[in-house]
């Protein structure tokens, strides 16, 4: 395989491909692939009381995870705004969790400082690695633990640090770059936090992503609820759909020559050409083409924009 890494971005020195990124989109929509995900940054919680702490300080319900059991969950501002975001599962006794690159060190520090009294205990672990693995992919022996629930039917697994595509089990698998797995994930309408969000993001416009309605009190839990009951979240997440080239990552969504959102991330997907994930205010007529870059863009609605719950695309 021709392995072409990424010369930039948060994902730098990721594999981007093998050589051929489109029929890797494909052999991860049949779960014949594997993708290591190293940019992503391991962290553990441990202690008996990790999960009922980390259910009063995130958007997710966690106090009541089983051993194998895995969620999304998000960290807000006291106004709501989406600070960081972290994927994790529990294997009955820590709490195995990844983050975006560069977002693990402020997010152990906000963590930390929210530990109190409470007996747990936070440690950043270099010496492993993300990995997704197709659902026809079986669990490799050096695997930690494994969570399923991920894209394209997958799952998660953390696996020790470049043991990976030389384990037995995954040397006969395909193994793809970040593109087939960026791809498969922006059709999905799968956010990243901090790539696909910016600074003013509350959970609303994204479908709710990550947070449960059903819980008590965390920091930011007011505005969630009240954009939730009076409806209308400022912007909604949509999924673009491109007539022609990518734009660049950040440009700004503009209707009749008026700014009305931004781009977040972007791939060349092996079915739907050219797409991406984006912010748009809430008012965007949903049927409206849009213009990225002097490119013309088709929106498919991800969130429901009068109260903000989450569509699944269609494929």
Not at 47 to 65: I, K
Not at 115 to 122: A, G, Q
Not at 139 to 159: E, M, N
Not at 262 to 291: C, F, I, M, N, W
């Amino acid at each position: 395989m021709s392995r072409i890494d990424l010369a930039d971005g948060p994902d730098v020195g990721m594999a981007w491909h093998f050589g051929r990124p489109l029929a890797e989109q494909r052999s991860m929509d049949e779960g014949s692939a594997a993708a290591e995900l190293a940019s992503r940054e391991i962290f553990t919680i441990s202690g008996d009381q990790r999960l009922t702490w980390l259910h009063t300080v995130t958007t997710q319900a966690l106090e009541s995870l089983k051993p194998g059991e895995g969620a999304d969950a998000l960290v807000l501002s006291p106004t709501g705004q989406i600070t960081h975001g972290f994927g994790l599962v529990d294997d009955g006794a820590v709490a195995w969790c990844w983050s975006e690159p560069g977002d693990r060190e402020p997010l152990l520090a906000w963590l930390e400082s929210m530990k109190f009294w409470t007996p747990v205990e936070i440690e950043a672990r270099d010496d492993l690695h993300l990995w997704w693995l197709g659902r026809e992919v079986s669990l490799p022996t050096a695997a930690v633990v494994q969570r399923p629930g991920a894209i394209a039917g997958g799952s998660w697994a953390i696996l020790p640090a470049r043991s990976g595509i030389s384990e037995p089990t995954l040397a006969a698998v395909n193994e793809v770059g970040q593109w087939a797995y960026e791809a498969i994930r922006i059709a999905e309408g799968v956010p990243r936090i901090g790539l696909d969000t910016d600074a003013k993001t509350l959970p609303n416009e994204l479908g709710l992503f990550g947070t449960a309605l059903d819980k008590g009190c965390y920091p930011g839990q007011e505005t969630v609820a009240r954009v939730q009951t009076l409806g209308r979240p400022p912007r909604r997440l949509v999924r673009l759909l491109f007539d022609g080239d990518l734009p660049s990552p950040g440009a700004t969504i503009s209707l009749n020559d008026r700014v009305i959102g931004r781009v977040g991330t972007l791939a060349q997907h092996y079915e739907l050409g050219p797409v991406g994930l984006g912010l748009v205010k809430r008012s965007t007529p949903v049927d409206a083409t849009l213009v990225v870059d002097g490119i013309a863009a088709a929106q498919e609605a991800l969130v429901d924009p009068e109260v903000g719950e989450h569509f699944r695309p269609k494929l």
